[in-house]
């Protein structure tokens, strides 16, 4: 262990003197011995702090954490990566941002074999904000964040960064089909039959050529599943699910096939309304194939409580009276609204234009596009006339 105490003493005077880059190249060349002490380090970090000796600390972390852990072992290091996590200086870890991910990622499955997905929640989101060069930006944690929140049900902090406005993605063209691509359409057709009602196969211009022409071919099960929701027939939709039933559970999809199938219930509730003032809870049963009046009760006002339709039900008689949205757009909380929606498309039009100027003036760019701006002289413009007689 000589050498990882002389290790650890270089650490601290050099993470003292503020010389990082001297310590960082250190680490580097003392990865292997940290991998091959990872069993006998643990007890290494009470002589660091993780505020002060962060990139130090990062290192032996991810080291201790490596390879398959028993529950007693999980239980040791989620107090550690914890304070780690809480108390790190972002500007040393993002020295090392794929060791940072990685300690991350394992504390994630640490806690989830803990059966306690909830004492990750609060540091994983502290971690996407400590990686994050900012609000824009969407990190390779995101997702095992929102996967804690989800098993947790800490909906609310999932919502928290769901609701950022994200402009910065790492992306690579896409020259072969992939299994990332195409379970990501399949989920891409549920969500938006769930959200929107609808579903069009046209993909935007920018979509790669493969993926426009081969990613229907590897989703049919779910195609047919868009064109069966258009036509509005719940017995349709349901005897189709049945049909693809182990499709979409090996799919890991069940799950949103049947948000689907609820989603249809309120599409042809909806339609109603643009049909109907006034209509029994029997006949709103009997029209979109619901079991009973009492169900289609239930539909109703989950869908009054969402905003998805405005109505009245008079329970004496089991009437639904269809009503025009009664916003009038001159409250002070609508107007903030609008004025809040404002300032965002302000923003994103601000944002789009600087990209928009960053690309076009990029030589690289210019060169592969066969866009380079031709050069002028001063004697091209000779022939001009320098005033116009009107």
């Not at 499955?109 to 824009?136: C, F, H, N, Y």
């Not at 039959?193 to 990613?215: C, D, E, G, M």
């Not at 209509?279 to 109703?300: G, P």
């Amino acid at each position: 262990m000589e050498p990882v105490q002389a290790l650890v003493a270089n650490i601290q005077g050099l993470s003292s003197s503020g010389d990082i880059l001297h310590l960082h190249a250190l680490l580097k060349q003392a990865q292997e011995l940290l991998y091959a002490e990872s069993t006998r380090l643990l007890p290494v970090l009470d002589q660091l702090d993780p505020a002060k000796h962060s990139l130090g600390y990062l290192y032996i972390l991810e080291a201790c954490s490596t390879g398959s852990i028993s529950k007693e072992q999980a239980s040791a290091l989620v107090l550690p990566i914890a304070r780690f996590i809480n108390s790190c200086a972002a500007e040393q870890i993002r020295l090392q941002p794929d060791k940072f991910i990685s300690v991350c990622k394992r504390f994630k499955d640490q806690v989830m074999l803990l059966e306690a997905p909830l004492r990750g929640v609060a540091p994983m989101l502290t971690a996407i904000r400590k990686i994050q060069a900012s609000s824009e930006h969407l990190t390779s944690l995101h997702p095992e964040f929102l996967l804690l929140c989800l098993l947790s049900k800490s909906y609310k902090a999932g919502y928290s960064i769901l609701d950022d406005d994200i402009f910065e993605v790492v992306t690579s063209p896409m020259t072969v089909v992939n299994a990332i691509a195409v379970e990501a359409y399949k989920k891409h057709i549920l969500v938006s039959l769930i959200h929107n009602w609808n579903f069009s196969t046209s993909l935007p211009k920018y979509t790669s050529s493969v993926a426009q022409r081969n990613l229907k071919n590897f989703c049919q099960p779910y195609i047919e599943l868009a064109n069966c929701y258009v036509s509005g027939k719940i017995v349709d939709l349901e005897a189709l699910v049945d049909k693809y039933r182990e499709k979409y559970e090996n799919d890991n999809n069940l799950g949103l096939v049947k948000q689907v199938i609820s989603s249809m219930y309120k599409r042809n509730i909806q339609r109603l309304t643009q049909t109907y003032l006034t209509l029994s809870l029997q006949d709103i049963a009997n029209s979109v194939q619901l079991n009973s009046a009492k169900e289609a009760e239930m539909h109703v006002l989950r869908m009054i409580e969402d905003g998805e339709i405005f109505a009245t039900i008079n329970q004496k008689d089991g009437m639904v009276r269809f009503l025009e949205d009664p916003e009038q757009y001159k409250t002070c909380h609508m107007i903030e609204r609008i004025d809040s929606s404002i300032q965002r498309i302000m923003a994103l039009s601000r944002k789009l234009t600087a990209i928009d100027e960053t690309i076009t003036s990029d030589p690289l760019f210019l060169s592969k596009t066969g866009r380079e701006r031709h050069r002028f002289d001063f004697d091209d413009f000779d022939g001009v006339p320098q005033k116009f007689n009107i």
